[in-house]
């Protein structure tokens, strides 16, 4: 009997990132740039302190047409309650998180430290190897 995949084997190790001192327009170049919806944001001993996602930035561009004025760091609007699964879960498990959750992305953890990221394509991309 096989074992079951992981999440390290379909995570992305990729990572793009951002620091919670960054000004906020930069920020949302760097994610329209690289085409990701989310980045986690690390401090400056590389721990996860939060995720920036579109959607953050959204809120703020929506609400600063209004009053011209949307400066200001990366932690003022980034998410802090972040989820995170470990790189040795088992990716049915995350598949199932994915399915009752509201998250498109989650951090993968090793020994307390970011080591990548899987969203819900890495998961169906598991999926379907296994069918």
Known sequence: MTSSP????????????????????RAIKLL?????S???????????VGILSKKDCLEVAFGASYHQDWAG?????MSVDVETVDADADLI?????????RFRRYPVMRGGRIVGIIARHDILRGLDELW
């Open 6 to 25: 992981k999440v390290k084997d379909y995570m992305s190790r990729d990572l793009v990132t951002v620091t919670p001192d960054m000004d906020l327009h």
């Open 32 to 36: 329209l740039q690289r085409r990701v």
């Open 38 to 48: 989310g980045v986690p944001v690390l401090d400056g001993e590389g721990r996860l």
């Open 73 to 77: 760091p990366v932690s003022r609007y």
């Open 93 to 101: 498990e995350v598949a199932d998180l994915f399915r009752k959750g």
